[in-house]
Structure formats: structure tokens, C-alpha cells
Nanobody, 125 residues
Framework: QVQLVESGGGLVQAGGSLRLSCAAS????????MGWFRQAPGKEREFVAA????????YYADSVKGRFTISRDNAKNTVYLQMNSLKPEDTAVYYC??????????????????WGQGTQVTVSS
């Protein structure tokens, strides 16, 4: 199995930036597809971005396309979510998730077998 721990959340002003990190433990991390999801209070968890194990396939929700960038550094067992031009509607708990099928890139939360505990992102107006 792989364990995931998110970090980097916080409070920022609208228009600001944050970089989230997801540190993974597990020798097979480099072969996992990774995704970011977010969940606001009273809302269902929604897809944000995903990246294949090799980093050559990336997929973004329309709501964040052009503002967020997902990347990974397999040597550091870490996946990142760079968030720019943040908006109040980006406020949510952000979760990273892992799919042992490393080639798989998708928005369905059910495809991901492992989840972190989440990190809070709050964007003030």
C-alpha cells in the first residue's frame, strides 16, 4: 500500500497562489497514477487534476484549467498542485489520491484506492 500526506494548505487572498504537496510512502509510488480532489462544506468531493505515473498524461477539471498545474517528482515520492489566481470558490479541503494503475488518468474518485487526510485551502475575498 501507499500512504499519502498532504501539506501546503492555508489562507490566501483572492488572486494569490499556493502549492500543495502530497508526500507518499511506498516503494511503488512511482508507478501510481495520482489525483487531486477537493471538497467544500456541504458539497460532494470533486475532481481537480490527475497525472499518470510517468507524468506524461495530465488531466484537469475545467474549473481549474489554466490556473492549476499538477506535477510529480518520483525521486522525492511527491506530487504537487500549484494553484495560481485563486478564487474564493476554490476554498475546500484538498485531497490527494493514488491509483495503482499508473497509466490511468481520470476524474472518477472510485478509481483511486488510497487517499490522504486532506489539507484546508481557504481563499478570502
Amino acid at each position: 500500500q501507499v500512504q499519502l500526506v498532504e501539506s501546503g494548505g492555508g489562507l490566501v487572498q483572492a488572486g494569490g497562489s499556493l502549492r500543495l504537496s502530497c508526500a507518499a510512502s511506498g516503494r511503488t509510488f512511482s508507478y501510481y497514477g495520482m489525483g487531486w480532489f477537493r471538497q467544500a462544506p456541504g458539497k460532494e468531493r470533486e475532481f481537480v487534476a490527475a497525472i499518470s505515473w510517468s507524468g506524461d498524461r495530465l488531466y484537469y477539471a475545467d474549473s481549474v484549467k489554466g490556473r492549476f498545474t499538477i506535477s510529480r517528482d518520483n525521486a522525492k515520492n511527491t506530487v504537487y498542485l500549484q494553484m495560481n489566481s485563486l478564487k474564493p470558490e476554490d476554498t475546500a479541503v484538498y485531497y490527494c489520491a493514488a491509483d495503482p494503475r499508473g497509466w490511468k488518468v481520470g476524474e472518477d474518485k472510485d478509481q483511486y484506492h488510497y487517499w490522504g487526510q486532506g489539507t484546508q485551502v481557504t481563499v478570502s475575498s
